[in-house]
């Protein structure tokens, strides 16, 4: 499965029904509309999701996981990395989560002002 097939289950599997469609998805990703019923017709496909017209709304379809994707949801392999998280103390998490903004911080400004990852102008 791609990262943006795993996301998309993810998502499917915790957002509310007024927000499982195609524009929700696509937000949720930052993407546009087309990736996104892309990677849901991937995933319908798949037998992993099933698309069904809301009642409230005839023109409207609302995208639910089918029991084949809630069990490869369940396989998930993020679900190891939370689980290692959690058993982390408490320390170790502020720590790990202070070095993660710091990184991002970092990678962010690399990106809009040009200079390379050590920040020093240079093209690595």
Not at 9 to 32: D, H, I, M, P, W
Not at 36 to 55: F, H
Not at 88 to 109: F, I, K, V, W, Y
């Amino acid at each position: 499965m791609q990262a943006a097939q795993w996301s998309a289950l993810r998502y499917f599997g915790k957002a509310g029904e007024r927000a499982r469609n195609v524009v929700g998805l696509a937000r949720y990703q930052g993407t546009n509309p087309g990736t996104a019923s892309r990677t849901i017709g991937t995933l319908v496909r798949r037998g992993l999701l099933a698309v069904v017209v809301s009642p409230d709304d005839k023109r409207a379809r609302i995208v639910s996981l089918t029991e084949a994707g809630r069990t490869l949801l369940a396989q998930d392999p993020l679900l190891m990395v939370e689980t290692a998280l959690a058993a982390m103390p408490s320390e170790a998490q502020e720590g790990l989560a202070t070095g993660l903004r710091d990184l991002l911080g970092r990678l962010l400004s690399a990106g809009t002002d040009g200079s390379g990852p050590e920040g020093d102008g240079e093209d690595v």
